[in-house]
């Protein structure tokens, strides 16, 4: 790599040339003030809070966006530079909704922070402020634009990242605001309800709506038996809302915490994950054997299926019509459990804490219930979740470790490695080996789809059959992967597709870390090191495995695939216009 | 090919034809054909005079007789009298109108006098829908010369003596831009043209599109060939229906004669121009946000680097320039470029034209030699003042420029001696002010505009100039604050050095420059609640010198607010509270009883 000379700060630097100027200055230990920038997702400039002086250039210049070259003579901290940054602050806290008290983001707000650490103690341009109504009619997400900088990440992300594209900057000057399209709600557009705008809003113009109360009041009723499971992402990321390093498993605290809040019941969605595995492996052997729609795509991500509704019609025979494992585990606590426990279904009330918003939307499918009653009841988000810890007055971080409840808190590590990218893959690779080839391996990782990458391609020879795999992650690169399918471009047995980038480790709903920690290093990585950790310290790793998975085909369903199973653990979809006329 | 005994030129640029012109060319072609002189008189519709104050415009050949404010009744008169029996109508003539030798009478005409035409020589002469017109007078000989006769270093090279620089606002050195681009080695390069003349009052590229398309697209190929582009896209804004129109005929002319297309007068080389309407953002003049806005996205600019000429058009070296700089390549090409930097300043080289608005009698388009003074464009072609009020200053450069006082009227114009005097030259809007117009809130009119059309994209532009808006309004209220122009002055500092592009960088000028050569009027405002100008409507009051009022009741009779009363000989009374401060009475009073202070 060929490198350049430059000065910043006075100090001489050798860098490489194709980096910015904010990265050069990083390099050297020199922290330049960003809001707008996120690594690789929004580097427009935008915001000017980055700019810094370059000897020779007319104006300030934005450090994110302006490349390194020979020679260039930079200072971050001139007085000019210390001005500008300061009044451009300024002016836009003074159309900021400075409602600081009662925010989600405050103490995780990154212009809040942004003003502390630019020692801002007066707004001298105070005048008029925008005033938009607040859109909170999804059952995911709720924006409010009057807290919006427009910085444009959530743009970006939606657009470049996702090909979403439901959010844009709309109108001009100092009415300009994003909205969707004709000034509609998020509810009627073709969002996915993935949350990826909210996890990369740096204040709290974007959250997700918030479903604690209806959990309180649930744990409130006394005619209630409330029982709540958690998504294997959860447990790895939740510490962050406690201050716990990056990838931190808290399994076992998470799950005290649960008991502490008052749930009759504790259980672990990877319990039906395992189930899923059993009914997708079915179906996919089934598919291959007789000639069915192939490639079989997974159904576990339900941003993923509202994409594919809107998008791309022609591939929902394509889904496995299996629900997705909170929603299989909500039907079964309420036909299987019930009938176990001697209760009456409708008197149990399922929690479903996911790393996920569009879940929310998902639990409101009226085909998603039994017997008139929804699988879930309620869902809420990690960071829902850690704000009823915080509530109740629970000290997490010294919590000892609690175990899952049973009879179904018993589950694998293929479960667990749902909640990272390729992880339905290889947990269902280890399944379908063992009953195509009739015999049980030791090797149990497939390690070819594993990582971040957003298309992973993998082809394992199982009793002969060579079974072709992609991973797609990001609904970006799920678009990528199904055009060249439609295309004729490439051929699949079995292909897991999830809505955020990484997986469920990124969902929507999980903690939000600022730009300054995310921009340079990958929180995927860190939290998909966890799962991968969880899944090689459980004894049993395949979900053929699993006792309490055994005894339910044993006891209740039957076979994989059965009609019972169909009734109760499989679902159907439709297609969905993107813009109907009313 | 048919010989014509006289031309009659009809002016049909967008001033002319809202007054009628096509109507007097309706006219004009029935009385010739009942006069049976249709095969004797040809009719040519033409682009822009410039002298718009006096049109619609009428020129008749040989003479050279140069009709002003014709109006449709007036064309039996000049079709029985001049072309019938050859009498000139003297009384709809232009200039000395009772002049005995006509002959000259364009040349002769004062605001035609001191201007030297480049950019708009075929405008008023030509009809701007022939091709065969524009090839008449040397057009495609120069793209001729060009693919036949010079190298694309050779092209590059000759823009660079030339000393040609934009005309949309920068400045920046056209040659110096196309070598950029020639350098870079990729599949696809892209030439653009800025159409999208925004600033109010601007219409110079307006009249070369109407006037003389076929230059653009002459020059348009010409930067094609330099810097190894196939493709080119005309920006023009939707609010121009003539230009769009008149560029599409003549785009349509240039493929079926083989002057554009994919074999170019036979030579091989390949240029295909297409034309994208903006949709009124004042912004998509901004070269980053054009582009983003021709690629089909929200024209918001982009940070540079990269420039446009490395990274331009999805993400191809392109270049950009305006109606203007185009419109002078053709004729640099073929007289070279001695003799184009022999004309203008040391760094400012051939003419600027300019559309002159405001207190000034010829409103109008004139093109003049960089260097020229201010005065000169003012008095001797721009007519001088209306009214025999005084000058106060002009404003060059639009929303983005800078007012210049009296005390610099004899300042050379070009780009530096603007920037200089804290104004720009803009793409060459000039709009003058007389004793009566309040400083103050000149710029606060050029701020709304530029936050209204502000795209929003960041902060600076966003909220600091609405920020300096809300404060001028306070200002011209009357409810200026100690205090007030210093804060001013700290965010107009901060927007230059911070905002994203052009737009916001140079938004806070107009305040500026008028802070700098106006800032008693400020301070009257501010700490004495008074308009020296007498314009800010809340700190002025109407009132009735008894002593002087005749009791006449005309003032109450025009007062639409009904707040004036009185009665035979007691003097009428204006109720302060109700008065709506419109002026109405004071211009009726035949007694000059009423003033305002």
Known sequence: MATVNITIDGKKLQVENDITILEAARQANIKIPTLCFLKDINEIGACRMCLVEIKGARALQASC??????GLDIYTQSPSVREARKVTLELILSNHDKKCLTCVRSKNCELQTLAEELNINDIRFEGQSSNFPIDDLSPSIVRDPNKCILCRRCVSVCKNVQTVSVISATERGFGSTISCAFDMSLADVPCTMCGQCITVCPVGALREKDDTEKVWKALANPDLHVVVQTAPAVRVAIGEEFGLPIGTRCTGKMVSALSHLGFTKVFDTDTAADLTIMEEGTELLTRIKNGGKLPVITSCSPGWIKFCEHNYPEFLDNLSSCKSPHEMFGALLKTYYAEKMGLDASKIFV??????????????????????LADVDVVIT??????????????????EDGQFDDPMGEATGAAVIFGATGGVMEAALRTVAEVLEGKSFDNVEYTAVR??????????????IKIKAAVASGLGNARKLLDSIKAGEAQYHFVEIMACPGGCVNGGGQPIQPSSVRSWMDLRVERAKAIYEEDASLPIRKSHENPAVKEMYAKYFGEPGSHKAHEILH???????????? | MQLFRAHVLVCAGTGCTSSSSLKIMEEMETLLSSNKLDNEVKIVKTGCFGLCAEGPIVVVYPEGAMYIRVSVSDVKEIVEEHLLKGRIVKRLLAGEKEAEDISKSLEGVEFFKRQMRIVLRNCGRINPENIDEYIAFDGYKALEKVLTEMTPEAVIDTMKKSGLRGRGGGGFPTGVKWGFAAKQVTDQKYVCCNADEGDPGAFMDRSVLEGDPHSLLEAMSIAGYAIGATEGFIYVRAEYPIAVKRLQIAIDQAKEYGLLGDNILGTGFKFNLEIRLGAGAFVCGEETALMTSIEGHRGEPRPRPPFPAVKGLWQKPTILNNVETYANVPVIILKGADWFSSIGTEKSKGTKVFALGGKINNTGLVEVPMGTTLREVVYDIGGGIPNGKKFKAAQTGGPSGGCIPTSHLDTPIDYDSLIALGSMMGSGGLIVMDEDNCMVDIARFFLEFTVDESCGKCPPCRIGTKRMLEILERITQGKGEDGDIEKLELLAKNIKASALCGLGQTAPNPVLSTLKYFRDEYEAHVYDKKCPAGVCKSMMKYSIDASKCKSCGLCAKVCPANCISGEKKVPYIIDQAKCVKCGACMGKCPFKAISKR
């Open chain 1, 451 to 464: 990582g971040i990458e957003g298309i992973k391609e993998a082809t394992v020879e199982i009793a002969g």
């Open chain 1, 571 to 582: 679902t159907h979809y439709t297609a969905r216009e993107n813009y109907p006329e009313k």
């Open chain 1, 382 to 399: 990690t960071r829902e979740l850690a704000r009823m810890i915080k509530e109740a007055g629970i000290d997490f971080n010294n919590l």
């Open chain 1, 351 to 372: 929690v479903s804490v996911m790393p996920c918003t569009a879940k929310k939307f998902e639990a409101q499918r009226p085909e998603l219930s039994e017997n008139g």
């Open chain 1, 65 to 70: 966006v302006y490349p390194v070259a020979e």
